[in-house]
């Protein structure tokens, strides 16, 4: 919430942090990376998927989507099936 705080209240000065790179890097950092890992968690609760089908299915890259599978195994969300080569939740 602090880092989105801006030190004017006017419009103008509103509608530029909203519309900045950095604005589009702070929403990706504080709430578009937990939005993907939820979708990704709604994926993998009907069936284990692997980084290419979820990359498929989200439109992402395999890279983003196994950095978001690398924190999650370490937050204990996945584990990765080795005999089925696929995520599922943990």
Known sequence: RERLRLPEKKRDTYEAFFRS???ERLFDELIGDHLTMSQIMLFL??????????STLLGLSPSEVSRHMK???RQGLVRYDEAQKCYAPA
Not at 46 to 53: L, V
């Open 71 to 73: 924190q999650s195994s």
């Open 21 to 23: 790179p950095t604005f």
């Open 45 to 54: 609760g009907k069936t284990p998927r692997s980084t290419t089908e979820i």
